[in-house]
């Protein structure tokens, strides 16, 4: 919508950031949000090579402590997942109450199953996938062990309720691959 912002939280290296700022009209600002210094820092040298129309600004914060006003669009790719499972559904509730009439929510995360042979089944496919991808059987594990305890993923169940009770009126899966799904929620 013109005249809105458009919010990346957990903005990393800038991808979404750009792609939001390419895509954006003259008059729209796009705000990319990292709690990393690091990450702000090459997303801000990322951005700043590029010159499209939508204005910018990247924030070293943490998203929790992010204002989200007259927003038309939160991205949240594979960031929530990093947040206390008890803070997610407040997190929800503010990017509703910034989003403007007919903003969207882009949500992408890591999905667990209920059925623990179909766990099992993803674990082992995107583990191929890394494989092929020249990623070692010790870089796996070290991965997997770096990230246990600390990206606590939810069920694709999960996250549509959460969506909804924060007052989305659509919550839905929108792409699936593997172990990892987005959902869009409208306003």
Do not use: W
């Not at 700043?48 to 600004?57: I, L, N, Q, V």
């Amino acid at each position: 919508q013109p005249g809105t912002r458009a919010y990346d939280l957990g903005c990393s290296l800038g991808a979404s950031t750009l792609q939001l700022r390419r895509h954006l009209p003259n008059g729209c600002h796009v705000v990319g949000v990292d709690n990393s210094d690091a990450m702000v820092s090459r997303c801000t040298a990322n951005l700043g090579r590029d010159h499209s129309a939508a204005t910018y600004e990247i924030l070293l914060e943490d998203l929790r402590e992010t204002n989200i006003e007259n927003a038309s669009i939160v991205i949240l790719n594979f960031t929530l997942q990093f947040v206390p499972d008890e803070e997610r559904e407040e997190i929800l509730a503010r990017i509703y109450a910034g989003l403007n009439k007919g903003g969207i929510l882009l949500l992408a995360e890591k999905i667990k199953f209920e059925d623990s042979a179909e766990q099992a089944l993803m674990t082992t496919l995107h583990h191929d996938f890394k494989k092929q991808h020249g990623y070692s059987d010790l870089e796996i594990s070290q991965k997997r062990a770096a990230l246990e305890n600390v990206l606590i993923p939810n069920t694709e169940e999960q996250h549509r309720q959460r969506l909804q009770d924060a007052g989305f009126s659509v919550a839905r899966q929108c792409v699936r691959c593997l172990n990892f799904s987005a959902f869009l929620g409208i306003k």
